[in-house]
């Protein structure tokens, strides 16, 4: 089971993680949004580089001076535009040391705009198709070029687009995951913890050491039973919000002197059980007596008066059910209180 703060921290992880991924699909989407804008001017004006060429040759058949200085005009506008905005095109991680620049029309524009100022002659007819057949030509493959340059861009970014949505999509499934497993725990951990003390209630402790006797390797396995002695008198002369104190009290300091691997749960009203795996019957003994100094020693009375516990051990055997090993360490504590409390006995098991 993963304590609260391990799944606090994944969930703040993941939490992290969404933001960055939304950061970075709402900048994918300006960056897209802005540049598609670039993306149709180029291949547009290219077409239009094109057709201007046509339109410039046909007026200079019509001799029609003015209309033809307008189309060289617009074609010069467009490759300018072309040259100026080609950088948008670019996608730093494919395209390093690449310019897309209307390099193939340029040259052979200059030599057919240098021909249509030239006077109408046979030669210079002849001389205008064939530059203007190169021309349009190279125009049209500039188009194709760009437009092949858009349709790789679009689906580059459209696909990292794709990728951020559903990275996204899935941190959010994960963080509910997360969210619905940390419930759970929750819930899990209030229906087996005793909400006043903080230990194990009796069913979360039985099912601990049903877990636990399954293992062979736990064996020895020593059981303490013990009891605040004259509690009901201290709810009785001091209430019961000093009853409770006295009980949470005990029950962190006792926590505080046992293993980890130890299982400490509240059997009820003010008797506690601890279960103690890899521990013969001395062992416990000698925590036994330490847990009750312990407690004799806290200052939780408003008067000062000590609190005292008695104790009852025995050994759990891996033949005996765990009720039959409670039956004779509560034997045990039985006898403490007989002999006046504030002690320790033991009710050793009869060997399998």
């Known amino acids: 089971m ?17 933001m960055f991924i939304i950061v ?3 900048i994918l989407f300006l960056y897209e949004s802005a540049k598609e804008r670039y993306y149709a001017e180029i291949v547009n004006y290219s077409g239009k580089v094109r057709g201007d060429i046509q339109r410039a040759v046909k007026f200079y058949l019509y001799g029609d001076k003015k209309d033809l200085k307008l189309a060289i005009q617009e074609v010069e506008d467009y490759l300018r535009i072309i040259e100026r905005d080609s950088k948008y095109l670019l996608i730093p991680a494919l395209d390093r040391n690449t310019y897309y620049l209307p390099d193939k029309v ?9 021909l249509l100022l030239l006077p109408r002659t046979g030669e210079n007819l002849k001389k205008i198709f064939d530059v203007s057949e190169k021309c349009w030509k190279a125009a049209d493959e500039t188009t194709d070029m760009y437009q092949r340059i858009v349709s790789r861009n679009l689906f580059i970014l459209n696909s990292f687009f794709a990728i951020l949505f559903f990275a996204a ?9 997360i969210i619905v497993f940390e419930v759970n725990q929750k819930l899990e951990k209030r229906a087996s913890i005793d909400n006043l003390t903080g230990a194990l209630n ?6 601990a050491y049903s877990d636990l006797s399954q293992k062979e390797k736990s064996y020895p396995i020593s059981l303490i039973v013990f009891d605040l002695d004259h509690f009901k008198r201290i709810n009785d002369t001091y209430g019961h919000n000093i009853g409770d104190e006295v009980l949470k009290r005990v029950t962190a ?26 521990t013969d019957l ?9 847990l009750r100094k312990l407690i004799e020693g806290l200052k939780i009375l408003p008067d000062g008066a000590k609190v005292t516990s008695s104790f009852g051990i025995t050994e759990i055997l891996p033949c005996e059910t765990f009720k039959k090993a409670f039956e004779r360490a509560d034997k045990a504590l039985y006898r403490a209180k007989q002999k006046g409390r504030n002690r320790i006995e033991i009710e050793p098991p009869e060997r399998c």
């Open 202 to 207: 009796r069913a979360s402790l039985l099912e």
């Open 24 to 26: 970075a699909a709402g």
């Open 169 to 177: 999509v899935g941190i959010i499934f994960l963080l509910i995951k």
């Open 282 to 290: 001395e062992a416990a003994k000698r925590l036994a007596e330490r």
């Open 106 to 114: 340029k040259p052979c524009w200059k030599r057919l705009k240098e």
């Open 253 to 278: 300091e006792v926590k505080k002197h046992i293993r980890k691997t130890d299982i400490l749960g509240r059997w009820g009203g003010e008797e506690f059980v601890i279960v103690l795996p890899h």
């Open 2 to 18: 993963q304590s609260k703060g391990s799944i606090s921290f994944r969930m703040l992880y993941k939490l992290a993680a969404l």
